[in-house]
């Protein structure tokens, strides 16, 4: 059993992250091990914010396996690399947790010319365009 | 592992283990301005309890594409494989991202997100709910079985549907009115 939740309004911004968490929470009967939110900002800005991870939360509860943290700083070196590659610039990067991470970047292309162009073999190792993740 | 959860020039996809208000306090997101958001919360029952297996899940590489649902697809690799031959890249094998996968391949055939959420119904088997946004829509489809349930609350100024009314309700504490759509019903709503 899952729960699912959301909201939109019409011609207005607004405290949509505080919302859906109410929303969210009061559903947490339906679901309680893990909770995802989609959330859509003003849109004005021409950068792109990306949104990754470098590993898992282990904390109670979790069943991911700890790694060695000095993984997450060359999987994180490699996404910085790999955004260079396709020709975009990081402009502010933050730290939310020791594995989640926030940049804004800024990309000349539109992002899906540039998956097309990348668009090459199943081996290809490009973590933003490749398909590094496989089937899991 | 490396997981890109999102790239987009509106859309941020947060998701980590804990309640709602664990993962919004951790990522400071009673703070996030915006328009609209969709939410999944998530009993894990066929994989583990970690971030790669929580929704939503972005519709690689289309930016400000994300899908939530509720339920199971049946012909998850049929479409899966159908897709790929198209060039459509898969980052996990979670059916909600099927769905946001087969939703954004119909937009760049050039369909509206309407249509292509109306031939979603009959292409995808199974029985399920789901919630699609894009950079300024929201929009719901049930299948033509409809077990999962939705419910709906719409106004002039908002829209807001859940998996129950109690959500709704948790934003709205005064009287109101939902409703819960048909089955086979797709809806389309513009920021």
């Given at each position: 059993m899952c729960g699912i939740?959301?909201?939109?309004?019409?011609?207005?911004?607004?405290?949509v992250g505080g919302e859906m968490q109410k929303?969210?929470?009061?559903?947490?009967?339906?679901?309680?091990?893990?909770?995802?939110?989609a959330l859509y900002g003003s849109g004005k800005s021409k950068d792109y914010i990306l949104r990754f991870k470098v590993g898992e939360n282990v904390k109670e509860g979790s069943s991911a396996i700890m790694e060695d943290a000095s993984v997450?700083?060359?999987?994180?070196d490699e996404v910085n690399k790999q955004i260079q590659e396709i020709g975009a610039k990081i402009i502010k990067e933050e730290q939310i947790t020791p594995y989640s991470f926030r940049y804004v970047i800024k990309c000349k292309d539109d992002l899906l010319d540039l998956a097309k162009k990348n668009r090459v073999s199943r081996d290809d190792r490009n973590i933003i365009?490749?398909?590094?993740?496989?089937?899991? | 592992m490396t997981e890109i959860l999102s790239l987009g020039q509106s859309l941020e996809l947060i998701k980590d283990i804990g309640d709602a208000?664990?993962?919004?306090?951790?990522?400071?997101?009673?703070?996030?301005?915006?328009?609209?958001?969709?939410?999944?919360?998530?009993?894990?029952t066929e994989s583990g309890v970690d971030i790669r297996?929580?929704?939503?899940?972005?519709?690689?590489?289309?930016?400000?594409?994300?899908?939530?649902?509720?339920?199971?697809?049946?012909?998850?690799?049929?479409?899966?494989?159908?897709?790929?031959?198209?060039?459509?890249?898969?980052?996990?094998?979670?059916?909600?991202?099927?769905?946001?996968?087969?939703l954004a391949n119909k937009i760049r055939d050039?369909?509206?997100l309407e249509d292509a959420m109306r031939s979603s119904l009959s292409d995808?088997?199974?029985?399920?709910?789901?919630?699609?946004?894009?950079?300024?829509?929201?929009?719901?489809?049930?299948?033509?079985?409809?077990?999962?349930p939705m419910v709906l609350y719409e106004s002039d100024e908002l829209v807001a549907l859940a998996s129950e009314e109690v959500a709704i309700r948790s934003l709205l504490p005064h009287e109101i009115d939902t409703y819960d759509p048909y089955e086979g019903e797709v809806k389309v709503w513009q920021a």
């Open positions: 939740a959301g909201l939109i309004h019409r011609g207005k911004s607004t405290n929303m969210l929470q009061s559903l947490k009967h339906r679901g309680p091990d893990s909770t995802g939110y997450y700083d060359t999987r994180r365009f490749g398909s590094i993740f496989g089937a899991h | 208000q664990v993962v919004a306090d951790q990522y400071s997101l009673n703070k996030f301005n915006g328009t609209h958001g969709i939410g999944h919360t998530r009993m894990a297996s929580a929704h939503p899940y972005w519709a690689y590489p289309f930016s400000d594409v994300s899908v939530v649902h509720n339920g199971q697809l049946t012909n998850y690799w049929n479409n899966r494989r159908a897709l790929e031959r198209k060039g459509m890249r898969f980052m996990s094998a979670c059916d909600s991202e099927l769905i946001a996968v087969y050039g369909h509206d995808l088997d199974g029985v399920f709910t789901y919630m699609v946004a894009t950079k300024d829509k929201l929009g719901m489809a049930k299948d033509t079985m409809a077990a999962k």
